[in-house]
């Protein structure tokens, strides 16, 4: 009930028209109470002297005097009132009330007949009043002036479907006169049906969107714990294979150090035969050196005739040192020539990307531009006697020293400049070159971290890979492996990559497109295209494929 009253002495204390506390109050001979200057300002207006609430007349206009004990009263009701909490002023995201004075309050809700906002305190009249009954109150909005027609400043309640757009019912009678309009209300129930057929496609949309989500989860889940099993069992198998080989080079060795055994068996006992018969020799030899100082000639010739003959031993046959056991060393590099031959031949077999998904490669035209890139050069890698231009597209080798700044990607030893863009997905790209030659390549931005003494060259590692143009021949190097490519020379190459398919693929560009050399592999960083200049005023240039 306390509550109930306060109420009432609000509303009783407000001028109904500004609805915010009377300020030099002043009575109507009705009796009816207003601000001095609001109801000045609304009889100076109409040049009418009525009241606006019951609309009674008064002739002469009447003299207004500020009514003391009633601006006392509505000062006392200012000093009761509670000061409302600070999470209902107005911030400044926040809408404020267009009728409070002073440090205004949060607005409640936006009335589009009055286009103003309202705080709740100065929103009551809307409730109680039967003036206000049919304005429409919305959510608090700033962009109230939007429904007001900027030529007419009339509200916008018609719309135009000829020329799509909210009018206010005189545009309706002249610039759109004839027009096929109808009132802003009925297009939105109209609108509305649309919206709701809208919202169904969205969600059914949303619901199918979830579906392929829920089945790339699953997919992803599939693929997760296909690769574990494939890693287990790759691993097992690897193992195995490992023993094997531990078990047949074990064998082996056995089989070595048992003949190793055997043959120095044979010729220690032959040695000790010799040593025997060395032996043997010596004594003989003794004997007859003995025989040899005998003075009496009968004796001399009776002991040399009962000398029992010499016999003459077999020949000793000893292997050319390095043939012993050449057979053996030969067999062991049999074995392991054909399994290098079988990993390197059969691995491309191994493939780390499902099938299913892996996209076709491109054939026609109008099928490469799809995937073009727009490739520039990064000024951090270039060699310091490579120029950059046109936007850094174009690369040309001069003698002139340039002055680029030290960075740690630079390439200092080798004519070559890498892309500023990391290439993965599916990319397309074409390069112009003059001059002696150049060599196309992709590569990772680790490549600068390859093992060697040198500073990297494209190719010649196994972090880049490229096609050598020069010499009116083609060559790839992957890896300081050098594999010639035959094709048509033109002075254009076309550069066609499938990361995640691990797919790089050449093509000679003229009037058509000719596959030059194609690899399947497996990229385990993203990469960047890269350009080396064979010689001096040699250029490359990326193309603008349009």
């Known amino acids: ?185 009925a297009e939105r129930d109209e609108k509305q049906s649309e919206l709701e057929g809208s919202r169904l496609n969205v969600q059914q949309r949303i619901q199918d969107r979830q579906k392929d989500v829920k089945l790339l989860q699953q997919e992803v889940e599939d693929i997760n714990a296909s690769a574990d099993k494939a890693v287990e069992d790759s691993e097992r198998i690897f193992t195995q294979l490992i023993r094997l080989l531990e078990k047949r080079r074990s064998d082996v060795k056995q089989q070595l150090r048992s003949q190793q055994q055997t043959e120095v068996s044979r010729v220690r006992e032959l040695e000790e035969e010799l040593q025997q018969e060395i032996s043997e020799l010596q004594r003989r030899d003794a004997e007859l050196e003995q025989l040899s100082h005998t003075d009496h000639h009968t004796q001399f010739l009776l002991s040399y005739a009962s000398l029992p003959a010499l016999t003459r031993s077999a020949s000793v046959h000893i292997r050319p040192r390095r043939r012993r056991f050449e057979d053996v060393t030969a067999a062991v590099s049999k074995i392991r020539d054909k399994l290098q031959d079988v990993l390197r031949d059969t691995w491309t077999n191994v493939s780390l990307t499902p099938t299913e998904v892996t996209q076709p490669e491109p054939k026609t035209r109008t099928e490469f531009p799809r995937y073009s890139r727009q490739i520039t050069l990064d000024p951090n890698t270039a060699y310091r006697y490579l120029k950059l231009s046109d936007g850094d597209r174009k690369v040309t080798r001069i003698r002139k020293l340039q002055s680029y700044s030290d960075h740690p990607d630079r390439f200092t030893v080798w004519p070559q400049v890498l892309s500023r ?120 240039e990326f193309c603008c494929l349009g």
């Open 1 to 185: 009930m306390a509550q109930k009253g306060v109420e009432l002495d609000q509303e009783t204390f407000s001028c109904s028209i500004c609805l915010d506390h009377l300020k030099d109050p002043v009575s109507l001979p009705c009796g009816h109470s207003y601000c001095m200057n609001c109801i000045k300002g609304f009889w100076d207006e109409r040049r009418i002297y009525s009241c606006p609430q019951c609309r009674q007349s008064f002739t002469p206009r009447p003299v207004l005097l500020k009514n003391t004990m009633l601006a006392a009263l509505v000062e006392q009701l200012k000093k009761t009132e509670a000061a409302p909490a600070d999470l209902c002023y107005a911030g400044d995201e926040d809408v404020a009330c267009d009728f409070c004075s002073g440090r205004k309050l949060k607005a409640a809700k936006s009335c589009l007949q009055c286009l103003a906002s309202y705080c709740e305190r100065h929103l009551q009249p809307h409730y109680r009043s039967d003036t206000f009954k049919k304005h429409q109150l919305v959510e608090p909005s700033e962009r109230l002036r939007d429904n007001i027609c900027s030529r007419h400043d009339e509200a916008m309640k018609m719309f135009c479907r000829t020329d799509q757009q909210c009018i206010c019912y005189l545009c309706s009678v002249e610039e759109h006169k004839g027009h096929d309009t109808v009132s802003a209300a």
């Open 421 to 540: 863009e990391t290439l993965t997905g599916r990319c397309y790209w074409e390069v112009e070159w003059g001059g002696t030659g150049v060599f196309v390549a992709v590569a990772y931005k680790s490549i600068s971290e390859a093992e060697g003494t040198l500073e990297p060259l494209f190719g010649q590692n196994d972090k880049s890979w490229g096609l050598y143009c020069v010499n009116n021949s083609y060559n790839f190097w992957y890896n300081n492996v050098e594999t010639p490519v035959s094709g048509p020379w033109t002075a254009r190459v076309g550069v066609y990559l499938d990361h995640s398919a691990g797919v790089l693929s050449f093509y000679s560009v003229s009037d058509t497109r000719t596959l030059l050399h194609r690899i399947q592999t497996i990229f385990t960083q993203p990469l960047h295209a890269g350009l080396y200049l064979y010689c001096y005023d040699a250029s490359a």
